[in-house]
């Protein structure tokens, strides 16, 4: 039918633009609450959904607690190599950084890239940036 023929079209045209235009901040709760099988689960959901991000998406992973640390400095493309990066980041991940605070990193995400030095680090600042929080 017509209707369904643009719905597709506009499903193809929303993950394309959201693929091109945004980039994907994960934030993984390392704060001791989290120990045991929770931070196991938050690793998965975190790896999975980092499987599942397309070749050439922006993203980046910060981890907190007391306080944050960011995979890299500035979000990159998914490839193989940023991907297996990420997969060892996650994998050394520990629960044990105090207490939860959120709103730091959270700051800092909403802020990351705002001294950029270089165009590729401007172009960025233009993104829709979402933001996956995975915490108990």
Do not use: Y
Not at 38 to 46: G, I, N, P, R, W
Not at 91 to 113: D, I, K, Q, V, Y
Not at 121 to 130: G, H, I, P
């Amino acid at each position: 039918s017509k209707s369904s023929s643009s719905n597709s079209n506009c499903s193809s045209k929303t993950a394309a633009a959201s693929h091109n235009e945004s980039e994907t901040i994960f934030m993984l709760d390392l704060s001791c609450s989290m120990e045991g099988s929770c931070l196991e689960d938050a690793k998965k959901v975190l790896l999975l959904s980092l499987h599942h991000l397309p070749n050439g998406a922006l993203f980046n992973v910060v981890c907190f607690g007391d306080s944050f640390e960011f995979l890299f400095p500035v979000s990159r493309a998914m490839s193989a190599a940023s991907r297996a990066e990420a997969g060892r980041f996650v994998s050394r991940c520990r629960a044990s950084w105090g207490t939860t605070n959120l709103w730091e990193p959270l700051s800092a995400c909403m802020l990351f890239n705002e001294a950029a030095e270089d165009q590729q680090q401007q172009q960025t600042q233009t993104l829709l940036r979402n933001v996956c929080l995975i915490s108990d």
